[in-house]
């Protein structure tokens, strides 16, 4: 047999093939010597006194793709780094608290963030610099990456001394901006609640929905802490401005008008071209919204978008066996948005003349196109991203429209789909979960409760351990990590929370119990108030931080704080309620500072300065007559309630009352409650009453 020498070589496999992340999968082929984030990297760049070159991001992000093509996969840049740094690759969205180190260190140091996020390390991991994404070579007045390279690796060698005395420097300071606080004695005022507000209003887009400029994030806490507030004060002006960005965002491109979900953000104000990336926790937050904005407002459309968001979310996001993935990419066939978009010429082959034009005109498609990858050197021509351009259809249209969509569907079912990254994380499956369990409270689809129930069953045997109750946070592949982060503790607990209270299975809140305890033991400061983003002991990070910003995710505090306050007032357990007081202090500088920067803490702060109120239904869980009233009770836009049951650890008044053959509802605020109701509309009614 005769062997071909000349074959190209097969490329060889780096350290991060032993990984189970995505991301670093991803790049187990690169000709760099990559690490992931432990010891063996520390103690090597210890021992060879090189600095650590450290590279984060997550495997659907857009741009650590075309930096990977452009630099990670090129000979020259790779022998560089190999014999000047040691390289380290860490998945941000399974290691979160390293990333807010670097993260906090890259905004301090140049103003913007994102990914890829790439910094510069001592041995002993404090870092000296870093940026973005860096190109290949100098263009357009950006320094390229090898660059870059060359003239820190010359800094290293001829000045080590200061390059170490800039890093202590930065290090302190960090550690400073980071883990420091300024505690208040007391909660912040109501007047803070209407501050935010007011400033949040005024960001607000009147043509197009949305509050601030291109590019547009959904940030769900922001329009979630408006409705809290139009409901308080009666700002129809607030209300307004919320249920028209949920109009104006299901209408546009950032949401998938064939398959359902939302994409990261839009890259326009008008919310028409997404980068397309799909994560989960923005569709479970946005399903939430979605489920405020129907009860708000009636309007069956915004119901509509969260059935249309969960079909996705059941349909492409979920395990066999319950767990929710994290996130679909936004390339395909190496083109971003290639597997959503559309040309002229693909429509007319699929549609019927008559179809073409209904959805041509629905769609606003054009022969030119409105999307261009300009980070593609050969983009492709004539994309259109779909988006709800013109909606007043007449029955036949609306038949047509109909038809059109599934041949699209069908069509875009056979292309190839973008990478899914099919981690399972305890952090954002416990988002997803309050919003699908809330879902079935709102909506009554019974499809949701049996996917919550099955979810949690999911994570609590792969990533609990009852016996020592401890939560990890990610699962893959059979296994699990052994990282413990508050965002996982304080997600799952909203999410099962959430769970309980549109079931009232006891065994849910004794769950809830655990998890609560189990993350303040190993996360709060009971010294000065705050959660820690990670657990005590960790040993490889320069310092742990507390993490306060409400971004496109909420931060653990914010999460960790209404949870404890919900579940203290569920439960009457004061320790709960106290750690949530605390933790309002520890921030009530920064509340009244930086408001618009912590709504979802807001919503916290609005929970504990006004009395919730307690919905206590007696009767058998999961009884037809019991889940008649506990339907009416989540029915109503209601600013601070809880549900309860009155078996399991609940509170004494809830505890104490008889089951009997009839379920009844009692409406309860401080000690004083309400006549039993043994009618649905009557709950409803009570419960929409304005408060006093």
């Given at each position: ?6 074959l190209p070589e097969a490329p ?10 995505p991301y670093?999968?991803?790049h ?5 010597d990559?690490h992931?984030w ?12 090189k600095p650590?070159?450290?590279?984060i991001?997550y495997?659907?992000?857009?741009w650590?793709?075309v930096m990977?093509?452009?630099s990670f996969?090129?000979r020259a840049?790779a ?7 040691i ?10 608290d ?7 260190f890259?905004q301090?140091?140049t ?7 790439n910094v510069f390390?001592?041995?002993a ?11 290949p070579e100098?263009r357009?007045g950006?320094?390229?990456f ?7 690796a010359s800094v290293?060698?001829e000045?080590?001394?200061e390059?170490?005395?800039?890093a202590?420097h930065i290090?302190?300071?960090?550690a400073?901006?980071?883990t420091?606080g ?7 005022p109501?007047?803070v609640?209407d501050?935010?507000?007011e400033?949040?209003?005024?960001h607000?887009?009147?043509r197009?929905g949305?509050f601030?400029?291109?590019?547009k994030f959904p940030?769900p806490?922001q329009?979630?802490?408006l409705?809290?507030h139009?409901?308080?004060r009666?700002?129809a002006?607030?209300r307004?401005?919320?249920l028209?960005?949920?109009?104006r965002?299901?209408?546009?491109g950032i949401?998938?008008?064939?398959g ?12 028409l071209?997404?980068h397309?990336e799909?994560m989960?926790?923005?569709n479970a937050q946005l399903?939430q ?6 009860l708000v407002?009636g ?6 978008t969260?059935?249309?968001t969960?079909a996705?979310?059941?349909?492409d996001?979920t395990h066999p066996?319950?767990?929710?993935f994290?996130a679909e990419d936004a390339d ?6 290639k597997?959503?978009c559309?040309t ?20 606003g498609?054009?022969e ?6 300009h ?12 988006s709800i351009v013109?909606?007043?259809l007449?029955?036949?249209?609306a038949g047509?429209?109909?038809s059109a969509?599934?041949?699209l569907r069908?069509a875009r079912a056979?292309r190839?789909r973008p ?7 305890a952090?954002?499956?416990g ?17 949701c409760?049996?996917?919550?129930e099955?979810?949690?069953?999911f994570?609590q045997a792969?990533l609990w351990d009852?016996?020592?109750k401890?939560?990890y ?7 699990r990590d ?7 503790h304080a997600?799952l607990?909203a999410?099962?929370t959430?769970?309980y ?8 809140l004794?769950?809830a ?9 190993a996360f709060?400061d009971?010294e000065?108030g705050?959660?820690?983003?990670s657990?005590?002991?960790?040993t ?5 931080a507390k993490e ?5 995710e909420?931060?653990?505090n914010?999460?960790?704080?209404l949870a404890?306050l919900?579940l203290?007032?569920i439960t009457g357990?004061?320790d709960?309620t ?7 202090r ?9 408001p ?5 803490m807001?919503?916290?702060?609005d929970f ?6 307690r919905?206590?239904i007696?009767g058998?869980p999961g009884e037809?007559a019991?889940?008649?009233l506990?339907?009416a ?7 601070n309630k809880?549900?309860?049951g009155?078996?399991?650890?609940v509170?004494e008044?809830?505890r ?5 053959e009839?379920p009844e509802a009692y409406l309860c ?5 309400q006549a039993?109701?043994?009618k649905?509309?009557?709950?409803a009614?009570?419960?929409?009453a304005p408060?006093?």
């Open positions: 047999m005769q062997t071909n020498n000349n060889r496999a780096n350290r991060l093939a032993r990984e189970k992340s670093l999968l991803q187990q082929f690169n000709p760099v990559w992931a432990n010891e063996e990297a520390f103690a090597r760049a210890r021992a060879e006194q650590i070159f450290l590279s991001g495997s659907t992000c857009h650590c793709h990977e093509r452009e996969e090129d840049v022998d560089f780094l190999n014999q000047n740094f390289s380290i690759k860490v998945d941000r969205e399974e290691r979160p390293v990333d807010k180190i670097y993260m906090s890259v301090a140091m103003g913007p963030g994102g990914w890829p996020l390390l001592t041995p991991l404090k870092p000296f610099f870093g940026g973005t994404y860096f190109p100098d357009q950006r320094v390229g090898l660059t870059v390279l060359r003239q820190l290293w060698r000045r080590r001394s390059v170490d005395a800039s202590e290090h302190q300071r960090l400073e901006v980071v420091g300024r505690p208040g004695d007391d909660l912040p109501t007047a609640l501050r935010a507000a400033l949040l209003k005024q607000y887009d009147p197009h949305g601030g400029s291109a590019p940030q806490s329009p979630r802490f409705l809290r139009a409901g308080r009666g700002d002006e607030a307004r401005m919320v028209h960005t949920c109009e965002m299901a209408a546009g949401n998938d008008q064939l359902g979900g939302f994409s990261r953000y839009s890259v326009d104000a008008e919310w071209v997404p397309f799909k989960l926790y923005d399903i919204l979605y489920l405020d904005a129907f407002s309007d069956a459309r915004h119901a509509e969260a059935r249309q969960l996705y979310v059941f349909r996001m066996e319950g767990g929710f994290s395909s066939e190496g083109h971003e948005g597997f959503y559309w002229t010429e693909e429509m007319e082959k699929l549609l019927t003349p008559e179809e073409y034009r209904a959805a041509g005109r629905y769609f498609v054009t030119p196109g409105n999307f261009v990858d980070s593609h050197p050969q983009p492709l021509a004539g994309q259109n991203v779909l013109s909606p007043a007449d029955e036949r249209e047509l429209l109909a969509k599934e041949k069908a056979r190839v990478h899914l990254d099919d981690k399972i994380l952090s954002w499956n988002l997803m979960l309050g919003a699908v369990a809330r879902a079935y409270a709102v909506l009554g689809d019974d499809a409760r049996a996917a919550a099955k979810n949690l069953a994570l792969t009852p016996g020592r401890v939560l946070h990610r699962w893959r592949d059979g296994e052994d990282v413990r982060l508050l965002s996982g997600f607990l999410g099962v959430d769970l209270e549109a079931t009232l299975k006891p065994e849910h004794e769950f119990l655990s998890l609560a305890e189990s993350m303040i033991a709060f009971a000065n705050g959660f820690w983003q657990a005590q002991g960790v490889d990070l320069i310092f742990r306060e910003y409400d971004g496109a909420p931060s653990g914010s999460v960790a704080t404890l919900r203290g007032k357990r004061a709960f106290e750690a949530a007081l605390k933790t309002l520890y921030f009530a500088v920064k509340l009244t500072e930086q618009q920067g912590m709504t979802g807001l919503q916290a702060l504990a300065l006004h009395e919730p109120r919905v206590v007696t058998i037809p019991t889940r008649a506990l339907h009770a989540h029915r109503v836009y209601q600013l809880v549900v309860l009155t078996q399991g650890p509170e008044f809830a104490g009352l008889p089951c009997k009839a605020m401080g000690s004083a409650c039993p109701l043994k649905p509309e009557e709950i009614q009570l419960l929409g408060d006093e």
